[in-house]
């Protein structure tokens, strides 16, 4: 099956589920993020494993459920936990969930991660608001799969993170006494660590923060035509910064601290999107 088929496919199971609602915005959760998204009316959950071609979550910290509402006249699709390259997957996979989106209507993305930095203004708890990235992953989930029903081949990536929807988020992150700041984000592929060496490569390249996702969705969002935003959570000091070795669980736990304000991050926002 192509995988413009196999987005019709699940795009169609959604909207039987859903009796075709028409979700404006999308979020993705990142790790221990689920719940953060704010109280939609009209709930609709459906479980990642019952949607025919869609991949599964394999990481702690990310549900597995896609969900559907309204907030506030706003109509909302989350995606609780996302894929990653590290799980196994291939990499023109990736591209499905942001190509079902473009199919079901999305035309803006809110993505969410944790992450560690290399930026001492930007201190665990922290907001980076993701201005540019660097993919250091050494791939790309546009490769081999094209379609020119998921938009240009060559996709142009002047402005991948939108400009005002920077600002909207910067300044509301401000109203709310949240830390935060533009940065660079640097994606690897994980799901190891980062060495000290390599941290110290990454800050001379002009990274802020480092982690392991984001990057392949904004790449096949964008080639859909949607606009893309990034709270990158700052859970930990990078390698070699920190003074205590790094760990999953310091991320879930972490996190965890986070969702609060997260949530009301989210709720100022999506109705200025």
Known sequence: MTQLAAVKKAAAFINKKTKNFKPEIAIITGSGLAGSVPELQNKIVIPYKNIPGFLRSTVAGHTGNLIFGKYK??????????????????IKDIALAPRVMAELGVHTLVLSAAVGSLNAKLTPGALCVVSDHINFTATNPLIGNYDAAFGPMFVELGEAYDKK??????????????????????????????TPAEIRAFKTLGADVVGMSVIHEVLSARQAGIKVCACAWVTNLASGISKTPLSHAETLSESKKIEGKFNKLLENILVKI
């Open 73 to 90: 006249n706003k109509n909302i699709m989350v995606m609780q936990g996302r894929f990653h390259y590290y799980e196994g997957h291939n």
């Open 165 to 194: 929807l920077i600002k909207i988020i910067l300044d509301e992150a401000e109203k709310l006494k949240i830390k935060s700041g533009p940065g660079v984000y640097f994606g690897v592929t994980g799901p190891n660590f980062e």
